[in-house]
């Protein structure tokens, strides 16, 4: 994910993985969820309990999307690129 400024700092990768938290629901099946800062933006890593990786990708770009969407605390000002 890339912020539209600055350098991204650590709490604003907490807070990123806090809303992801916040908006996850059983049916999601997150099961971990890691943030690091770059120069560039912050990578998360989501890990996705399905049945096949196909089910996993489309879960977690669902949760990703629908979190960044909500417009809540620490999610403003994302672009969102998906490596698989």
């Not at 629901?25 to 890990?47: K, N, Q, W, Y």
Request: charged residues 15%.
């Amino acid at each position: 994910m890339q912020t539209g400024g600055a350098a991204p700092t650590d709490s604003q990768a907490h807070a990123l993985v806090d809303a992801l938290w916040a908006h996850a629901t059983p049916d999601c099946g997150m099961e971990h969820v890691r943030a690091r800062t770059s120069p560039v933006g912050i990578g998360i890593v989501l890990f996705i309990r399905a049945a096949r990786t196909d089910i996993a990708q489309a879960k977690a770009r669902r949760l990703v999307v629908d979190t960044l969407a909500s417009g809540g605390t620490g999610v403003h000002g994302y672009s969102i690129t998906f490596h698989h």
